[in-house]
Antibody
Framework: EVQLVESGGGLVKPGGSLRLSCAASGFTFSDAWMTWVRQAPGKGLEWVGRIKSKTYGGTTDYAAPVKGRFTISRDDSKNTLSLQMNNLKTEDTAVYYC??????????WGQGTLVTVSS | DIQMTQSPSSLSASVGDRVTITCRASQGISNYLAWFQQKPGKAPKSLIYAASSLQRGVPSKFSGSGSGTDFTLTISSLQPEDFATYYCQQYNSYPLTFGGGTKVDIK
């Protein structure tokens, strides 16, 4: 059974940093492309970024609002996906989900972790 | 970026009703379209991929159709557990984009 478990959310001040993690199990993580999606309170879903598998270079792509501030990485030895968020803004307040990504089809989702950016 | 427009944004329906939700892409996306169901406080759940393919374990009362720019999600006979918000998502190109959602509630 595929399981994705996010952690690391919390309250942070504007300009601060936070690192989210996603522990994956039930599939071959090293072969998987992975994506982060976020959802602001009461709002819709927004793609944050994606990381390819090492076979495809492990390259990353980001949404315009987070490019240059967020970094996605992976540790295939630990089956863990990470999202490093720097220079956080109030508009980054959201539940962050990690998902599997099969050519853009987001088939499995974690339960999400809430990030609140507020002074 | 490809814009995804869902309609209606909300609808009220009764148990047993047939419900149809529409999603339109700002440019052609072939059949690279997925549908998700989200209940309050929960993660989205994938229902349909490739416009019309049902995810494993999803009941056959859900069906999807369309290609190019216009797509529909149909629930053949609405049940209490189907009251939720539904989202479409295109994966023809990055950035991946979602529709604004359709909230289905009880009439």
């Amino acid at each position: 059974e595929v399981q994705l478990v996010e952690s690391g959310g919390g309250l942070v001040k504007p300009g601060g940093s936070l690192r989210l993690s996603c522990a994956a199990s039930g599939f071959t993580f090293s072969d998987a492309w992975m994506t982060w999606v976020r959802q602001a309170p009461g709002k819709g879903l927004e793609w944050v970024g994606r990381i390819k598998s090492k076979t495809y270079g492990g390259t990353t792509d980001y949404a315009a609002p987070v490019k240059g501030r967020f970094t996605i990485s992976r540790d295939d030895s630990k089956n863990t996906l990470s999202l490093q968020m720097n220079n956080l803004k109030t508009e980054d307040t959201a539940v962050y989900y990690c998902t599997t990504d099969v050519d853009g089809a987001l088939n499995y989702w974690g339960q999400g972790t809430l990030v609140t950016v507020s002074s | 970026d490809i814009q995804m427009t869902q309609s209606p944004s909300s609808l009220s329906a009764s148990v047993g009703d047939r419900v149809t939700i529409t999603c339109r892409a700002s440019q052609g996306i072939s059949n690279y379209l997925a549908w998700f169901q989200q209940k309050p406080g929960k993660a989205p759940k994938s229902l349909i991929y490739a416009a019309s393919s049902l995810q494993r374990g999803v009941p056959s009362k859900f069906s999807g159709s369309g290609s190019g720019t216009d797509f529909t999600l149909t629930i053949s006979s609405l049940q209490p557990e189907d009251f939720a918000t539904y989202y479409c998502q295109q994966y023809n190109s990055y950035p991946l984009t979602f529709g604004g959602g359709t909230k289905v509630d009880i009439k």
